[in-house]
């Protein structure tokens, strides 16, 4: 496993001795090579998946709507001479066969809802599988390179179980082997294991997996304290390193067989502790993906990649012309590079095209796709995204002990808490999106860091003003010294809610990582929010986020959920107070506030947001962190409208952009809250400084040079201009 030596900072950092040298990284992994889009992925692009519809025999329906892309199923000769003919852009989808990357659901259903570790059917750790795999690339790349392909998919919905459910995977004996070793280069010695577990193993070959049903009884207020998921989380991190280092391999074969066209996947899912998802390592394993847009996956793979690798989403059309029109320019000025049309049928069982005619709901859209799919899109991608100094911090041992707290309510029905409903109800996945918007709303966009940055000196080095531990509840050593570096540089470090209770294995830590950083003591035998729940979203109360589920009984401090009820300021600290226990607790630039952002999703179309925006907004101020631009709409401050800037060379695009709440699926649009509008508005931009050249790429007009300009907007698409400063 090539990433095991990346995964236990502990054993393969380098502390720094004095806290302005930053923690250097001896061993990080060499992420596999960038291989930039091809010419005929130049622009922003809508590729047709070929389902309810023949490209060939209705390409003048295509045409008519201004769609010129599809898809090719592993390989099909009609479809890639059809290629060779038009130039137009397609991906190769199961370019490494069904079945082996994505089990197929009527052999991986007998395995799901299992407590005990399952062998995973054609296991990724089988040289035999692997061997297959590469047999199919071999045929289906040779079927279309040097072609107008602008993309290898290995597969859809690719996952070491099925999706993100939680399916012990992988069993087999040469998966456990390769456990074992990493277990051996992780610790170095049967000793240090040992004093990690808890345990009296005698050597590394006698250690077997254990599922999540060996430790789950510890999960409970009085057990927290002592809670040590060590053994489980170093099981599941060792999955989701097999899963990357098999990726790895096929994207390094593959480029070998085509080295002008990236290699990845389709169907990505959430951040995970199941399934193979942990984006600090798929990032480093694969040249593009298309992944759905849950638990904030979309920023994350952009903060990871910079762009340097091609991003796409899924997209079904709502049936509503605006809604779709507004996704598709949602996306482009987010920066992907594309989308994957999956051609549905409506609610009057209308296909996109049929009986001669394209679906009045897909027409409505021709110059949307026209407009989306041209020159305006260039002014966007390849460009580097311009973050604010704030970083968010990725932290998946996080996740997983996150994870397994949302799994304490179900009990022993755990194995039940399947992808769909982990989707919507995942604690780190919601604080995730409540930060990113509440970020967005204050004007303010962060960027995503993960271990191997941190260690590298990033937060320094980069410029950030601010760190957001955005639900980091476990921190290696190594990590608390780089952010206590940080902080001693001037930094501001932010935390939401029960930071660094955990090592970076996810055993319980007589006192917090930084809790002298942040100047703060507890007791977690109090317990937390009610008192008695583990979670602060809790799916035996609802199977989505809502007033229901979210945080009952739990005492409010700005409009959110007051979160550890025995936190208090320790000396040299100042804090306020809710329901007897310490929130927004600040040391010198430190600040705890033991609250979580996830009511915010709640509680965002509503005044009732106010104290919650103008507490993170002080934050922010203090560190001198405001936003570059302040939007107006009608002569008021615009309330759910998204500024993004991206630089190209000399000249710089704005991206405004409506930001309504979308909560996405994995077969349908998904649901939407907050309304888009439905007339053109004034629109009044206010830059902090003075911009040069303005123009509005879309109406070509030339806006001059100020900091005030005023033009029109239509909620339901995008403005997009460029400047210089």
Known sequence: MRLALA?????????????????????????????????AWDRFTILVWQINTDVVSDRALYESVNLRGFHVDRRNDKLQEFARETGWPFYVDHAADKGYLHVRPNVIAPLMRKKDIIVRPNSLADPATIATMKDHLRANVASAKGSSVVAYAFDDEVSTGSFCSPIEADGHPLSVAGYRRELERTYGTIAALNAQYGTDHHDFAAIEPQSFEAFRRQLTKDGIATLNLSAWCDWRAAMDTQFADCLIDLTNFTNGLDPAVPAGFVGGQSPNAFGGYDYRKLTKAVQWMEAYDIGASNEVLRSFWDQRSSRMQTFFSSENPKLDSWYLWYYLCHGNRGVIAWPNVDAKNQPWFANGAVADFIAANAETFKEVQGPVSQKILGGEFVHDPVALYYSHPSIQLSWALDAAPHGGTWPNRLSSMDNHLSTSGLSRIGWLKTLEDLGVQGKFIHQDHLLEGALIRDGYKVLVLNRTLCLSDAEATAIKAFAAKGGTVIADHLCGICDEHGKARAVGALDDLFGVSRDLGRGWLDGDDMTEVDGERDDRLSEKSWAVGAARSSGMAVFEK?????????????????????KARAVYLNLSPIGYLLQRSSDTAAPWLDLVGGLLKAATVEPRIHVAVGGKAAKRIETLFWKHGDRTTLCVVGNIDRAATIDSFGTTGGALGDAEVELTLRFARPVKKLVNERTGAALGDGAEFKDRFTPWQANVYTFSE
């Not at 809710?578 to 929130?583: E, H, K, L, S």
């Open 566 to 586: 025995g936190l208090k300021a320790a000396d040299g600290a100042t804090a306020s107070a809710a329901d007897g226990t310490a929130v927004v607790v600040h």
């Open 7 to 39: 995964v236990a900072c502990t054993l393969t950092c380098h502390l720094a001795t004095a806290a302005d040298r930053p923690v250097v990284l001896q061993t990080a992994v060499e992420p596999i090579a960038t291989v930039p889009a091809p010419p």
